[in-house]
Nanobody
């Protein structure tokens, strides 16, 4: 069982940066794949980024590639999302996710086992 708590959301102007954090409980955090999704009002929850526990490989949605960076600190039981060059269309609630085992179909929310409660990110134009 893993519990996830996001933080770091807020209001920022377009072009600015934010760093989201996700604190995870559990002694086996290092063996969990971690991800970030987001959901804007009236829209489906969509994939943002993921990091494999086994290889350290990272994966990004095309819409954030080159602007966002996912990273993890196993000693701190935490995963981060550095968001740069933010755009108004990045406005959404951002959710942290976790999944043990092999990471495949990472962009599908149905494959992730655990979710945080979300943190709001608002980008003003």
């Amino acid at each position: 069982q893993v519990q996830l708590v996001e933080s770091g959301g807020g209001l920022v102007q377009a072009g600015g940066s934010l760093r989201l954090s996700c604190a995870a409980s559990g002694r086996t955090f290092s063996s969990y794949n971690m991800g970030w999704f987001r959901q804007a009002p009236g829209q489906e929850r969509e994939f943002v980024a993921a990091i494999s526990w086994r290889t350290g490989n990272t994966y990004y949605a095309d819409s954030v590639k080159g602007r966002f960076i996912i990273s993890r600190d196993n000693a701190a039981n935490a995963v981060y999302l550095q968001m740069n060059s933010l755009k108004p269309e990045d406005t959404a609630v951002y959710y942290c996710s976790a999944k043990p085992g092999y990471l495949s179909n990472y962009s599908q929310k149905s494959v992730w086992d655990y979710w945080g409660q979300g943190t709001q990110v608002t980008v003003s134009s």
